[in-house]
């Protein structure tokens, strides 16, 4: 039955293949279960309903992922848009977390409407070849920078930003081994290499403390939902502060979603000629959904995880990928302290070598047409920079469509990339 309605053979895959790839997806992401409820309860929300929240958040939108568009894409709550929720919209702006979701739960009803009248796919397909490299390339820096950073490899500096952590660091040491192991395997084209290697590095922890063994019981009910769930509020929904957060909400999450979308599907091979994403409609769906019933069990905006490239890396290429995420998710709600005694650290090797994985569009790139290069390389270089997958689009297409016109190529240029162009200026004057 899964090999029929997965087309797991016509994929050139396994079944096998498919739930190692999901399950190394979930390894890379599980660190979402434990931060996204440390971030939001800085609002005041209850950390324990957050966790359970995160979980049925996460399972929901990727079963439709799984079910419906037949990717192999994992969502959760995204990371910069839960600390844009807590620490801008809150503690910042001063609403209250139930204003925040009403935000939320508004971005989500209008991401389903803006899906189902083809405009999320439209400007999607819009987005010009070498742009589309340059976004693969791009996320694989920044997904390296987060797994060197969230090892402490990478820490700030005051002086010049960034500087090199302390190589002596216990999380360094498990890191650097993670990398190394795990970059032997791959040598050695080991089957399951990432995942072997987050499970090595979580043993290298626990000897050196990074790693702790959680105390009590391993199994238990998740924690209850009603402190959060259903707290919307509609009696500001026609203010102009509440019009400025959802814009925002609406914007990060419509361009963190189509960067993933295309970065991940182009390292995968799975663009088409004219470099269409299959089921891309679909694959936007989940996330309209996700983020709108997200909302409503109580957490921020979900969005496509760019940690989907780990297991595409693995060779997951079907729904059955993301249906064993699924899986894990709804594992994840009774077996938490077990899925989260694996540290930051033991991940940050398989963040690194994805990013490797996802330079190789790079070469795809016509570097001898400025017009073309030098919006590429805005795109590759802001993500990680501005440490956003949004921000790094943004630089891209606004250079793309401004050097084209003023070198007389106009013509290259879509409708969709002009309208695209002024709505990005004037987004630079509501933050």
Do not use: C
Request: proline share 4%; hydrophobic share 55%; charged share 10%.
């Amino acid at each position: 039955m899964l090999e029929k309605f997965f087309r797991i053979s016509e994929n050139k895959t396994t079944i096998r293949t498919e739930v190692l790839a999901g399950l190394t997806t979930f390894m890379t992401m599980a660190y979402i279960l434990a931060v996204n409820p440390s971030i939001l309860s800085a609002t005041g929300m209850d950390k324990n309903a957050l966790f359970t929240a995160t979980a049925l958040a996460s399972l929901a939108a990727t079963l439709v992922m799984a079910l419906y568009a037949k990717l192999p894409f994992a969502l959760a709550p995204g990371m910069g848009l839960n600390a844009f929720f807590a620490f801008t919209v809150v503690l910042g702006m001063g609403h209250s977390w139930q204003f925040a979701l009403t935000a939320v739960f508004i971005e989500g009803i209008i991401f389903i409407l803006l899906t189902a009248f083809n405009i999320r796919e439209l400007i999607v397909n819009s987005i010009p070849m070498n742009m589309k490299h340059a976004v693969s390339a791009g996320i694989g820096l920044f997904i390296a920078f987060i797994g060197l950073q969230n090892a402490g490899i990478i820490v700030n500096n005051d002086a010049v930003l960034l500087g090199l952590g302390s190589v002596k660091s216990p999380a360094v040491i498990v890191a650097l081994s993670g990398i190394i192991i795990t970059g032997v395997l791959l040598a050695k084209n080991v089957k399951g290499a990432l995942l072997i290697g987050i499970f090595a590095a979580t043993i290298i922890g626990l000897p050196l403390g990074v790693t702790m063994i959680p105390k009590g019981h391993l199994v238990s009910l998740p924690p209850s939902l009603s402190p959060i769930f259903m707290k919307l509020e509609f009696h500001e929904i026609f203010t102009a502060d509440m019009l400025v957060v959802v814009f925002t909400f609406l914007f990060v999450d419509m361009f963190d979603t189509v960067g993933t979308l295309v970065g991940v599907s182009d390292k995968a091979g799975m663009l088409s000629k004219d470099g269409k994403i299959p089921n891309a409609k679909q694959a936007l769906f989940a996330d309209a959904i996700g983020t709108t019933f997200g909302a409503m069990l109580g957490t921020s905006t979900v969005t496509t995880y760019v940690e989907s490239a780990s297991g595409v890396a693995e060779g997951g290429r079907t729904g059955l990928t993301s249906l064993s995420v699924a899986g894990l998710f709804l594992l994840a709600l009774f077996f938490a302290p077990l899925f989260l005694m694996i540290p930051a650290a033991a991940t940050a090797p398989v963040l690194f070598l994805v990013g490797l994985f996802m330079m190789s569009p790079i070469l795809k790139i016509n570097l001898n047409d400025f017009t073309e290069a030098i919006p590429a390389f805005f795109t590759i270089i802001m993500m990680p920079l501005s440490y956003s997958i949004a921000e790094g689009i943004v630089f891209g297409m606004l250079s793309y469509v401004l050097l084209k016109l003023l070198t007389g190529k106009y013509r290259e240029v879509t409708p969709v990339m002009y309208v695209l162009a002024v709505l990005f200026v004037l987004s630079f004057f509501t933050k």
